[in-house]
Structures are given as structure tokens and as C-alpha cells.
């Protein structure tokens, strides 16, 4: 019993020694030990000095054995790892842009939505409750890239990581598409890779923000949405041209679907219809980005929030009693934060 009870102290003195190294995100981690770090090299296939690039904010180089180490305190399973190093590649490449996010008062967070056979092969949520907790393969995956983000990166909150609110995202941000319950095509295949491949799709998101009713028909659904979107909280703050990225739940997306939308479609009445008057903006004291300058445009003069149609991302994930959400993003311009996909890699 003595020796039981000094193995526990042992483990608790173990992940107070990780706080006090300023590994964690807040919550406990699972002590690191070499039979663990290994499993999780092991898991992945992959050479663990293999370099994936470097991770912003203060461009730490990325090891596949650094993605092991994180993964292991995040609680992964090594069947994870494949997909911990898809995603943490995306993070890295410059079109992502985690330097300027990842620092940025907004607070944006790197969402993983994840496609393919991968989700069933070690259990990726999909359907109810699809940001919310109960599925380890989500927690943890999505904590792990947080821990990189803090342990490689250098973005630590208060000091590189400036966000003002932040969100809880932040702590961990992955879901599954519901491909086989949709109607629609994947996102990993509108991102032009094969249906039965395994990818990681990463996009720089706020917090979701519900929209739904429980009764009306697809007038209705797209109604909501469209008010939602048309807020000038979260655009006209920062002037116009953010990106969105909706995730429709099953009821919603059937109901489009038999009214005959596709994702294609819905991009594109998103992209028409969500606008508001210069004089709404001037009401509101913004007008800093028309092109012609906010004394120049007429009060009827209609704006547009996205600039084109490829600034909407669509999702088909939750079960589904009509509550949908969306994620306003960075603005798809130079300098700001492109989606990036990796193919999950087979371990070899």
C-alpha cells in the first residue's frame, strides 16, 4: 500500500513539475516518459528527427518527435498521430499564417475538420455535440496542436498571444465532417482530393455561433443565417471583407439539400445577401475601407461582407435539431490566413 500510495505522489509531483515548466494549456498533462514519447513516435511510422518546418510565433523547429512529445501530454493515442502531424504541418505553412493570428487581439484558434476513413478508424465525432466534449480523439487532437502552438511556437497567452477574449477553441478545436450522412460534397474533396483519402483541413476561426429555429422551412433557415451574418459586430468593427466558415447540421442541410442547394449555391446566395447599406456603416461609425471613401459612396450604396464567393466555407457535421453555427474568420487577403490541407499519411 505504501509503495501504491508513493507511486500516486510520484505522478501528481510529475504534473506539477509540467506547470511549473510551463508546459500546459491550464490543464493537467500526461507526464511525458521515453516508453511514451516512443509509443507515440512509433504511432506515427515516421522518422522522429524528421523536420516539418518551423511553427510560428518565434519559428521553433518542428520534429516529428516534438509533435510525439505534445501529443502524448494532450493525451493522444498513438493511432492518433498520423493525423497530429497532418494537421501540424498545415500550421506551418506560411499561407496559414499562424504568426499573425496566433498573436493577434482577435483570438482566433486553428479549427481541424477532419475527412476520410481516418474519422472512423480511431473515432472522430462527426454528429451530436460535435464541439463539445466526450470524444477523446477530438479533445485531444485539438489540444495537441494548442500545446504546439504554446511549447514550439512560443505563443503563450499574455505575452506573444495577445488575444483580448480568446475563446474555447483555444484549448482545443477538431471535429469530423458527416459525410456519410450529407447530402453535399466534403470539404476535402471540394479542396480537390480523392473521396476515400484522409485529410486535415486547418482554418483560423472565432468561437461558433449558433443560429437556428425550430420550425419554418428553408426561408427560414437561410433568413436566420443571413441576419446572423449581416451583424456589423463582427465586420464592421474590423471593415468588410471577413471569411465564414457554416457548419449545418443533419435537419438543416437535408432540408437545403431537397430545396435543391448545394454547397456551391449556398456560397453563393451567403456571398449575395449578406450586405449592408453605407448608411447602416456610417451609423455605426465605420467606413474606414470603402474603396471610394466613406464620404464618396452613396447612403443606398449596398456592401458586401465577403468579397467573392470562395471566402464562404461549408461544413456538414452535428445530428441535428436545426442548430447550425458559424465561425467568422480572418480576411482572405494577403497577410492574412489562407485554410490549409494535408493528406493523413499511412504510417510506414
Not at 521515453?34 to 507515440?40: D, F, I, N, S, V
Not at 477538431?174 to 482554418?203: M, Q, Y
Not at 441535428?320 to 490549409?340: D, H, N, Q, Y
Request: charged share 25%; net charge neutral.
Amino acid at each position: 500500500m505504501a509503495a501504491q500510495e508513493q507511486t500516486g505522489d510520484a505522478v501528481f509531483d510529475n504534473i506539477e513539475e509540467c506547470f511549473e515548466r510551463g508546459w500546459t494549456d491550464g490543464l493537467p498533462v500526461v507526464p511525458p516518459t521515453h516508453a511514451g514519447l516512443e509509443r507515440m513516435v512509433r504511432g506515427g511510422g515516421r522518422d522522429p528527427q524528421e523536420i516539418l518546418g518551423t511553427l510560428p510565433p518565434k519559428g521553433g523547429l518542428l520534429t516529428v518527435e516534438k509533435v510525439a512529445l505534445n501529443a502524448l501530454m494532450a493525451g493522444c493515442k498513438p493511432e492518433y498521430m498520423p493525423v497530429v502531424l497532418a494537421a501540424a504541418e498545415a500550421i506551418t505553412d506560411p499561407l496559414f499564417n499562424l504568426h499573425g493570428h496566433s498573436m493577434s487581439t482577435r483570438g482566433t484558434a486553428p479549427l481541424l475538420v477532419i475527412n476520410g476513413p481516418i474519422r472512423q478508424e480511431i473515432g472522430i465525432n462527426c454528429r451530436g455535440n460535435v464541439f463539445g466534449p466526450g470524444w477523446r480523439a477530438n479533445a485531444t487532437i485539438g489540444r495537441a496542436i494548442r500545446l504546439l502552438i504554446r511549447n514550439v511556437g512560443g505563443a503563450l497567452p499574455g505575452e506573444l498571444d495577445r488575444a483580448t477574449l480568446g475563446h474555447p477553441g483555444k484549448y482545443t478545436y477538431c471535429i469530423g465532417e458527416d459525410e456519410e450522412n450529407s447530402p453535399w460534397l466534403p470539404l476535402h474533396v471540394e479542396r480537390g482530393f480523392e473521396k476515400d483519402a484522409s485529410v486535415v483541413t486547418v482554418l483560423a476561426c472565432d468561437g461558433p455561433h449558433q443560429f437556428g429555429s425550430p420550425r419554418g422551412g428553408v426561408d427560414t433557415i437561410l433568413g436566420i443565417l443571413i441576419d446572423s451574418l449581416r451583424s456589423l459586430t463582427h465586420f464592421g468593427s474590423i471593415g468588410r471583407g471577413v471569411a465564414v466558415t457554416i457548419v449545418f447540421d443533419g435537419e438543416q442541410r437535408t432540408e437545403l439539400a431537397k430545396a435543391g442547394y448545394s454547397k456551391a449555391d449556398l456560397r453563393r446566395y451567403v456571398y449575395e445577401n449578406t450586405w449592408r447599406t453605407v448608411r447602416d456603416f456610417r451609423a455605426n461609425g465605420v467606413g474606414f475601407e470603402f474603396p471610394e471613401g466613406p464620404d464618396q459612396a452613396p447612403d443606398d450604396h449596398r456592401e458586401k461582407l465577403y468579397r467573392t464567393e470562395r471566402e464562404v466555407f461549408i461544413v456538414a457535421a452535428g445530428i441535428g435539431k436545426r442548430r447550425s453555427a458559424f465561425m467568422p474568420m480572418p480576411r482572405l487577403i494577403p497577410g492574412t490566413s489562407e485554410p490549409v490541407s494535408r493528406l493523413v499519411r499511412s504510417p510506414q
